[in-house]
C-alpha cells in the first residue's frame, strides 16, 4: 500500500557525515514502524536502526550506535538516516523499509518489513 523512495546517497570522505531520506507514499504514514537496512559488497543486507509509529522507541545495530541517528517527521511522511563519523565500512546501498506497526514496536529483521524502497549508494572514502 506504500511506496517508499531513497534520496541523498553520494560520495564522502571518511569522517564526514550524510543525511539520507526515505520519502514514503499514500496518507497513513503514521501507520507504519520503519527501518533502514544496508548491503555491503560482497554481503548480505543487514538491519542498520528502526523507529515505531510516531517516533517514541528506536533501535540501532551495534556498528552504528552513537554515530547514526534515525527519525521521522509523520507530516511530511519522510524517514531520515543522519550519518556522522562515516567509516569506509559504512559503504553499501541502503534501503528503507515499512511494516505495519503497534505503538512502540521496532522490528530488526528483513523478514518482518512488508514494504522497500530500491536502495541510494553510499560511499565512504578513506
Known amino acids: 500500500q506504500v511506496q517508499l523512495v531513497e534520496s541523498g546517497g553520494g560520495l564522502v570522505q571518511a569522517g564526514g557525515s550524510l543525511r539520507l531520506s526515505c520519502a514514503a507514499s499514500?496518507?497513513?504514514?503514521?501507520?507504519?514502524?520503519m527501518g533502514w537496512f544496508r548491503q555491503a559488497p560482497g554481503k548480505e543486507r543487514r538491519f542498520v536502526a528502526a523507529?515505531?509509529?510516531?517516533?517514541?522507541?528506536?533501535a540501532y545495530a551495534d556498528p552504528v550506535k552513537g554515530r547514526f541517528t534515525i527519525s521521522r517527521d509523520n507530516t511530511k511522511n519522510t524517514l531520515y538516516l543522519q550519518m556522522n563519523s562515516l567509516k569506509p565500512e559504512d559503504t553499501a546501498v541502503y534501503y528503507c523499509?515499512?511494516?505495519?506497526?503497534?505503538?512502540?514496536?521496532?522490528?530488526?529483521?528483513?523478514?518482518?518489513?512488508?514494504?522497500w524502497g530500491q536502495g541510494t549508494q553510499v560511499t565512504v572514502s578513506s
Open positions: 499514500g496518507r497513513t504514514f503514521s501507520s507504519y514502524a
Open positions: 523499509a515499512a511494516h505495519p506497526g503497534y505503538p512502540l514496536v521496532v522490528r530488526t529483521l528483513g523478514s518482518q518489513y512488508a514494504y
Open positions: 523507529i515505531s509509529l510516531s517516533g517514541g522507541n528506536s
